[in-house]
T-cell receptor
Framework: NAGVMQNPRHLVRRRGQEARLRCSPMKGHSHVYWYRQLPEEGLKFMVYLQKENIIDESGMPKERFSAEFPKEGPSILRIQQVVRGDSAAYFC??????????????FGPGTRLTVL | SQKIEQNSEALNIQEGKTATLTCNYTNYSPAYLQWYRQDPGRGPVFLLLIRENEKEKRKERLKVTFDTTLKQSLFHITASQPADSATYLCALDMRRAGNNRKLIWGLGTSLAVNP
């Protein structure tokens, strides 16, 4: 049973370009979470999605950031017009159908975004 | 708002000793508290979950305690090994803030076990 997959592992973009990060949850998991991690800030929740629905996007900036989890295919975190401050590690996690904070979350290896 | 404090300084211990890491929170007690391990360049890995009505949980060499009066969880690794060297994160649910889906995370404590 493959774990959570994220790609690319490393992504370099110039200011103003778009970054598209992909996450395939563990088989059978329908809950996906996106986090951002900076060394001094720790893990910050961004968005929580179920298939075809955004459940909680309270941690995601209103502008330039969007997320989706389509019926088929991976979850996508999209950052438009990237700025240097977007440079960080972005982690995706998934949990089983029971979901919520009472379930363990399985993390992917992360995508390290560098904005030049 | 809820704040989580973990040992800010790295913890260095000798192999074979017990490592004890703390996680303090400032506001409401969570219904669930989780501990994760993170190695450099990797995603966190789940270790243990403890519920508010549980005082203690064990898994092999790991033990977690949860004291809602002190607003504190302690994470113990007994008979520590160099392979236990990593950053350990605690995470709390936000059910009592009206959100039972989200976890908030501490900054983590770096543990180094010296051979």
């Amino acid at each position: 049973n493959a774990g959570v997959m994220q790609n690319p592992r490393h992504l370099v973009r110039r200011r103003g370009q778009e970054a598209r990060l992909r996450c395939s949850p563990m088989k059978g998991h329908s809950h996906v979470y996106w986090y951002r991690q900076l060394p001094e800030e720790g893990l910050k929740f961004m968005v929580y999605l179920q298939k075809e629905n955004i459940i909680d996007e309270s941690g995601m900036p209103k502008e330039r950031f969007s997320a989706e989890f389509p019926k088929e295919g991976p979850s996508i975190l999209r950052i438009q017009q990237v700025v240097r401050g977007d440079s960080a590690a972005y982690f995706c996690a998934s949990s089983a159908s029971s979901g919520g904070a009472s379930s363990e979350q399985f993390f992917g290896p992360g995508t390290r975004l560098t904005v030049l | 708002s809820q704040k989580i404090e973990q040992n800010s300084e790295a913890l260095n211990i000798q192999e074979g000793k017990t490592a004890t890491l703390t996680c303090n929170y400032t506001n409401y007690s969570p219904a669930y508290l989780q501990w994760y391990r993170q190695d450099p360049g990797r995603g966190p890995v789940f270790l243990l979950l403890i519920r508010e009505n549980e005082k203690e949980k064990r898994k092999e060499r790991l033990k977690v305690t949860f004291d809602t009066t002190l607003k504190q969880s302690l994470f113990h690794i007994t008979a520590s090994q160099p392979a236990d060297s990593a950053t350990y994160l605690c995470a709390l649910d936000m059910r009592r803030a009206g959100n039972n889906r989200k976890l908030i995370w501490g900054l983590g404590t770096s543990l180094a076990v010296n051979p």
